[in-house]
């Protein structure tokens, strides 16, 4: 009896009954009022169109706290209180709104930023109520609001079932089970529905569940400075954001009060952003020469300084003419002053002859033109007005010009000199001083900057280049800046690019103009942005297809990529796709149409970028990278076109490798997997690509002696020592810089990203006073092994070695690393690495075509042979040291050596000596 009750007791026990998506939806924002506050982790888009993340707590009453994050380290820290809201950001959050005041911003708190410079609205909107009010609308009449719901797709969060959840328009994910919390959210941006693709209709913009992310606050929104305010009653930037949420527990909402609260009281004296920046210097500077023209033995000029500003201006009025400092005096002027002073300086015609000399003068400001005044002098030299605003001051009013304006504007006119005929110079400096300011007006300086200054990479092919950058950044789309910044990224990582302007091949009279034109990997990439719906996306999609095919675009032998930026906080249901949902969504849009030309595919790769949500269901920037072989394939097993996408991406996709490869390519973590693959090997093809090492057989490893360890001690040479230390020093910082920029990216915390902003701060002040603008990558640490060989090692070891030049190859590869001459007549061939360096992998060429070599064996010495004999014919003298280098390897004259760098931070610390086996 009591077996058979508790069998009945079993059957009978109610289950649960399925909700459907509607009532899913109203559970969820139904248990989202409740909550205490809300934590965001997230992105969204400022005024500018930049992407930006955010991670943040926002307590029932509108109290908040947190972190907002850019790429290229850019960081600011948020707290709102009821009565005002305070930003302070670090000097690459200024580039971005104000860069030509960044300097004078940095790590400061303003107060009331615009909604622009933060990309949020008023954070009251953001509470628990009022997100559940955006979502759903729970006091509208009856199936309204709910019924639009839909189930789009099942998921996984922290390893709990959920449920994907769209209306069209909005997308919420909801645990599969009671008590059907909301785990992430998807707001549209300011982006109209253009119509949808989706079964069910997109609602009405305008409806009641979005009203309140629509209107903006009383008497209108200002835009972030440069660009022009909102009109009374105009709508706020939209809050629209793609975040994954939480209820935070009773600690948190109290930490997060407490540190507003603190931060409150310390910065009462906080001055809004419109205020510190009109209080910034602003001086005009003019010399008036007496007479015009020099000709008596001394020349004099009136030299007027004024303030303009709010607040005194203090520096120093520097005079030059016909290469002299006629004046260099420190001045201090009142608000609304002006002060008179006389510069003097020689003749130096030649008698009885006169010259046309130009008076250069500028009012140095260290507070905001930088610690530099030699660059100051520089551009004033070259004639650029420093003291006014660059370009059309119609649409750039703002402060004097900053240092980073001022580094830009050097960056860009070295060509400018003494011997520069007056109408190209006044040319020119109009071009240039227009880009600037068009630049600052877009909010498009920052990436720009990044560019030109730290990576050096302005590739202009003649002087209407120049035109070209001026017209191409005065309309600037969203599509420009995502461009822009995937070549600032990739010219980071060294790669060769062109942006802005057209594109001539060395003796070639054609040009060819794209968004993108990547030297290095050969790629011509059409990229559009788009925040609307799915047919924006298909249409968008088919506009870059069509102008890959079209005249002057794509140069010959460079591959077509298509790349559609899909914004996180876009209205299509494809933004939250993972690669295996987004690939079936795509054929069945019938994409692969464009596969099946008369002429074959009009593509080799199509990027999609897109935002689905993470492990922890925070959205994730993901870039899925489709050929024509998929998106016309039936199979089932997508396993290798997810390793050929990783592997495009590596060479590709800088921010993608530098997450998941150290700069040689080794992997960050055996266990990373992306889309159940796991992160291939890598090896170096024959054009320097990175390849997977188990896509070829390999030849056998290399056999190494036993390390010799070489002492610092033995250098000898005061002056080679001393270059070392430099080179190790110089080592360190770029190793420093990386790792704080790794652990920026993997902050997952407000208070770990604002320790780890402050750590990369430190390392990129310290890397750019060591190298300056010398891009970071591998090349750093090979020149400490490199060093530690020519210096060092061979010097010491192999005495009266002969240093033999090596010819440069087209791509840097393809030839060792250094060639010596014995004594005894033998030759020597030197692997030079870093400490953390290990001797990499490529593919075979000759009679090892087929297999991977691996460097300090025989079959990597006949590979490097091969290819210099290949290039003999343009480089007659690569064919001689192939000749020699094979002689020598036949008759057993042949030594192969690595030579490996020690650790030792900042110091020189030696190396070690092995004998690679090559019999």
């Known amino acids: 009896m009591v077996l058979i009750a508790g069998l009945t007791t079993f059957v009978l026990w109610p289950r649960e009954e399925e909700k459907t998506p509607p009532q899913l939806a109203s559970?969820?924002?139904?248990?989202?009022?409740?909550?205490?506050?809300?934590?965001?982790?997230?992105?969204?888009?400022?005024?500018?169109g930049a992407i930006v993340g955010f991670r943040l707590t926002v307590a029932r009453d509108g109290t908040?706290?947190?972190?907002?994050?850019?790429?290229?380290?850019?960081?600011?820290?948020?707290?709102?209180?009821?009565e005002r809201t305070l930003l302070r950001g670090n000097q690459q959050w200024w580039f971005g709104h104000e860069p030509g005041s960044a300097d004078a911003l940095a790590n400061t708190w303003v107060a009331d930023p615009p909604h622009g410079v933060t990309g949020l609205a008023e954070l009251s909107r953001l509470t628990p109520a009022a997100l559940a009010d955006a979502l759903l609308d729970e006091d509208s009449d009856g199936s309204s609001g709910a019924d639009k719901w839909r189930q789009s797709a099942s998921t996984s969060v922290n390893g709990r079932p959920a449920k994907v959840l769209t209306d069209g328009t909005l997308r919420i994910v909801v645990t599969a089970s009671a008590p059907y919390r909301p785990l992430s959210v998807g707001?549209?941006?300011?982006?109209?529905?253009?119509?949808?693709t989706t079964p069910e209709p997109a609602p009405d913009i305008g409806d009641a569940r979005t009203a309140a992310f629509r209107s903006g606050p009383p008497g209108g929104a200002v835009r972030s400075a440069g660009h022009a305010s909102a009109a009374a009653g105009e709508p706020a930037p939209d809050p629209g954001l793609s975040s994954a949420v939480s209820e935070p527990d009773k600690a948190q909402v109290q930490r997060t009060t407490e540190a507003v609260r603190r931060v409150d009281a310390k910065q009462e004296q906080a001055e809004p952003l419109s205020e510190r920046v009109a209080a910034q210097p602003d001086v005009a500077v003019q010399a008036t020469p007496t007479p015009p023209l020099c000709t008596t033995p001394s020349c004099t000029a009136a030299v007027t300084v004024t303030n303009r500003g709010t607040a005194p201006a203090s520096g120093t009025v520097m005079v030059t003419v016909a290469g002299q400092t006629a004046l260099n005096s420190p001045v201090s002027v009142p608000p609304g002053g002006n002060r008179a002073l006389t510069a003097t300086a020689r003749n130096v015609a030649p008698p009885g002859q006169t010259i046309p000399v130009t008076w250069s003068v500028v009012f140095y400001a260290p507070d905001v033109m930088g610690d530099d005044p030699a660059l100051v002098k520089r551009l004033a030299d070259r004639g650029f007005r420093l003291n006014e605003p660059m370009g059309d001051q119609r649409v750039n009013s703002?402060?004097?010009?900053?240092?980073?304006?001022?580094?830009?504007?050097?960056?860009?006119?070295?060509?400018?000199?003494?011997?520069?005929?007056?109408?190209?110079?006044?040319?020119?400096?109009?071009?240039?001083?227009?880009?600037v300011a068009n630049l600052v007006q877009q909010g498009a300086f920052e990436p720009f900057y990044e560019l030109v200054v730290n990576s050096d990479n302005l590739k202009l092919s003649d002087e209407s280049g120049f035109g070209e950058l001026r017209e191409k950044t005065a309309q600037f789309s969203d599509s420009d800046r995502r461009t822009l910044q995937h070549a600032s990224d990739l010219a980071r990582a060294g790669h060769e690019v062109v942006w802005g302007t057209t594109f001539k091949p060395a003796g070639s009279t054609d040009g060819?103009?794209?968004?993108?034109?990547?030297?290095?990997?050969?790629?011509?990439?059409?990229?559009?942005?788009?925040?609307?719906?799915?047919?924006?996306?298909?249409?968008?999609?088919?506009?870059?297809?069509?102008?890959?095919s079209g005249d002057g675009v794509t140069p010959p032998g460079f591959s077509k990529v298509a790349w559609v930026d899909i914004a996180p906080n876009a209205t299509t249901a494809l933004v939250g796709m993972d690669r295996q949902a987004l690939v079936k969504e795509l054929k069945r849009l019938k994409l692969d149409k464009h596969c099946r030309g008369a002429g074959g595919p009009a593509f080799d790769a199509a990027v999609f970028t897109t935002y689905p949500p993470g492990p922890d269901g925070t959205p994730q920037r993901t870039n899925s990278v489709f050929t024509c072989n998929e998106l016309l394939s039936r199979a089932a097993d997508h396993r290798k076109y997810i390793q050929n996408e990783m592997i495009w991406k590596t060479n590709n996709d800088p921010v993608w490798f530098s997450d998941n490869y150290d700069s040689i390519g080794?992997?960050?973590?055996?266990?990373?997997?992306?889309?159940?693959?796991?992160?291939?090997?890598l090896a170096k093809d024959n054009e320097n690509n990175w390849i997977s090492r188990h896509e070829l057989p390999s030849a056998p490893g290399a056999r190494l002696s036993p390390a010799k360890s070489v002492g610092p001690g033995s250098v000898g040479d005061r002056k080679r020592s001393s270059l070392l230390d430099k080179v190790a020093d110089h080592r360190k910082a770029s190793v420093d810089l990386t790792n704080a920029e790794r652990k920026f990216r993997e902050s997952r915390t407000a208070a770990s990203q604002v320790a780890s902003q402050r750590a990369l701060d430190k390392a990129r002040q310290t890397y750019r006073k060591e190298l300056g603008v010398k891009p970071n990558n591998s090349s750093i640490a090979e020149r400490l092994g490199e060093s530690a060989a020519r210096y060092h090692v061979v010097p010491k070891e192999f005495p009266g070695a002969e240093w033999i030049s090596l010819p440069k190859t087209p791509n840097g590869a393809d030839m060792f690393d250094q060639l010596y001459r014995l004594k005894d007549g033998e030759l020597l061939i030197v692997e030079a690495k870093a400490p953390s360096s290990g001797l990499g992998w490529r593919q075979g060429k000759g009679r090892h075509k087929g297999k991977l070599v691996q460097q300090g064996t025989r079959e990597y010495v006949?590979?490097?042979?091969?290819?210099?004999?290949?290039?003999?014919?343009?480089?007659?003298?690569?064919?001689?040291?192939?000749?020699?280098?094979?002689?020598?390897?036949?008759?057993?004259?042949l030594r192969y050596v690595l030579v490996k760098a020690k650790e030792g931070g900042g110091s020189y610390a030696g190396a070690t000596l092995r004998d690679c086996d090559i019999s």
Do not use: C, H
């Open 64 to 82: 908040a706290y947190g972190t907002l994050s850019r790429d290229s380290g850019a960081l600011a820290e948020l707290a709102v209180s009821p």
């Open 187 to 196: 707001l549209p941006g300011s982006a109209e529905p253009q119509g949808s």
């Open 512 to 548: 060819y103009k794209a968004d993108l034109q990547d030297l290095t990997r050969k790629q011509t990439i059409q990229r559009k942005a788009v925040s609307g719906s799915t047919d924006a996306v298909v249409n968008d999609f088919a506009k870059a297809i069509g102008e890959l």
């Open 398 to 435: 703002g402060p004097p010009n900053g240092k980073a304006v001022l580094q830009l504007l050097d960056a860009m006119t070295p060509g400018i000199g003494p011997r520069t005929s007056p109408l190209l110079r006044k040319q020119r400096i109009s071009d240039v001083g227009q880009t």
């Open 862 to 893: 006949e590979t490097i042979i091969e290819l210099m004999k290949e290039r003999a014919e343009k480089s007659p003298r690569d064919g001689k040291l192939a000749r020699d280098l094979e002689e020598a390897l036949k008759q057993g004259k």
């Open 666 to 681: 080794r992997r960050q973590s055996k266990a990373t997997a992306e889309n159940g693959v796991g992160l291939p090997q």
């Open 27 to 48: 559970a969820a924002t139904k248990s989202l009022r409740a909550w205490r506050g809300v934590t965001y982790a997230g992105t969204t888009v400022d005024g500018n």
